[in-house]
């Protein structure tokens, strides 16, 4: 224990991912003895994401204002619409910059074992959605998971008698990766889904 002020911060930083008490010590002893001005700004910073960043109410994905600036840019493609589960994943295919369509977040996939239902994700509005606008294809990109699978059924097959065009992305082998050290299931999938070169 440094100070009870100290102790109290290096508690604090712990609740971020893959931060332990080392690792949170050391972000303190920085943001003290370096970077007090930083510290200042990234703590307003933090209270300025807390307070005001909500939920865009078309795709339910984060946003400043009631729709984020995906759902409001005039220059996308709004008869593709790519499902995910989380924030995280509208990022990672945005990064990826393949994609140009516009995106809905689940909130999470089916898991019954653990009260996660139908319900309990925004398919409702979902179904909406596809109800309401002229969509010519839905891109299931939930997980390679038991639970991402099924929840990509699921959503299938009540979202069929709206869109006629429904794809998965591709699975199978990830780049550089060595096809001796690929799973079976993996590579089952890869030989379904083979592509054109
Ligand atoms: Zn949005």
Redesign the pocket.
Known sequence: MLTPKFDQLVKQLQILPSVGQKSAQRMALSLLTKKREQGVILAHALQVAMSEIKE?Q??H?F?DDD??P??SDTRRNDEQLCVVESAADVMAIEQSGAYRGR?FVLGGHLSPLDGINAEDLHIDELITRLKNTAISELILATGATVEGQTTAFFISDIARTHVQKITRLAQGIPMGGELEYVDSLTLHQALQNRAFI
């Open positions: 865009c078309t795709c994905s946003s729709i984020c995906i759902c995106y």
